[in-house]
């Protein structure tokens, strides 16, 4: 059984570029999570969606950051206009129903 | 509030020695503490977790004790091996599935 998937595990983008990241959740799982992990730091909740919802974006920045989980696909976080304080580890998450999550690779981000 | 604070920020062990690394929090509503390993360049992995109805709960050589008065909860590690050398975070979280971390603590065991 595949864990959570996510790609790129390294993506590089210049300013004012677009950052999309991946995310496969586990098989059979409708929960879906976006963490961001600064250098030295813990994880900070960003997003959690299920299948064609946004449940809780309260941790997300309100310009230039969006997610969405489709019916059919991978669950994306696209951030727009990068600047260099958005490098960081992006990780998702995902879970059945309880709250057990389990968390993919990361995607680490630079932005030059 | 919904911090979880962590404490040490690092920790070195002998090889065969107890590591303890220790949360509190302040929301009394957390009901769910998981214990997360994590090695460089790579996701975090649950390791632990406990409710609060009880007070430890033990796998293995990692064991969690749950001190829900004073809001209080620990990570002990048994017979630490250098393996065992990762960063480790626990987190808290009250129904609405998001976990709030701590800091993290950066272990290492040493021969």
């Known amino acids: 059984n595949a864990g959570v998937m996510q790609n790129p595990r390294h993506l590089v983008r210049r300013r004012g570029q677009e950052a999309r990241l991946r995310c496969s959740p586990m098989k059979g799982h409708s929960h879906v999570y976006w963490y961001r992990q600064l250098p030295e730091e813990g994880l900070k909740f960003m997003v959690y969606?299920?299948?064609?919802?946004?449940?809780?974006e309260s941790g997300m920045p309100k310009e230039r950051f969006s997610a969405e989980f489709p019916k059919e696909g991978p669950s994306i976080l696209r951030i727009q206009q990068v600047v260099r304080g958005d490098s960081a580890a992006y990780f998702c998450?995902?879970?059945?129903?309880?709250?057990?999550?389990?968390f993919g690779p990361g995607t680490r981000l630079t932005v030059l | 509030q919904q911090q979880v604070k962590q404490s040490p920020q690092s920790l070195i062990v002998q090889k065969g020695g107890i590591s303890i690394i220790n949360c509190a929090y302040e929301n009394t509503a957390f009901d769910y503490f998981p214990w997360y390993q994590q090695f460089p360049g790579k996701g975090p992995a649950l390791l632990i977790a406990?409710?609060?109805?009880?007070s430890e709960k033990k796998e293995g050589r990692f064991t969690i004790s749950f001190n829900k008065s004073a809001k209080q909860f620990s990570l002990h590690i048994m017979d630490s091996q250098p393996g065992d050398s990762a960063t480790y975070f626990c987190?808290?979280?009250?129904?609405?599935?998001?976990?709030?971390f701590g800091t993290g603590t950066r272990l290492t065991i040493i021969p």
């Open positions: 987190a808290a979280d009250f129904g609405n599935e998001k976990l709030t």
């Open positions: 969606l299920q299948k064609e919802n946004i449940i809780d």
């Open positions: 406990i409710r609060p109805d009880v």
């Open positions: 998450a995902s879970s059945l129903q309880s709250n057990t999550q389990y």
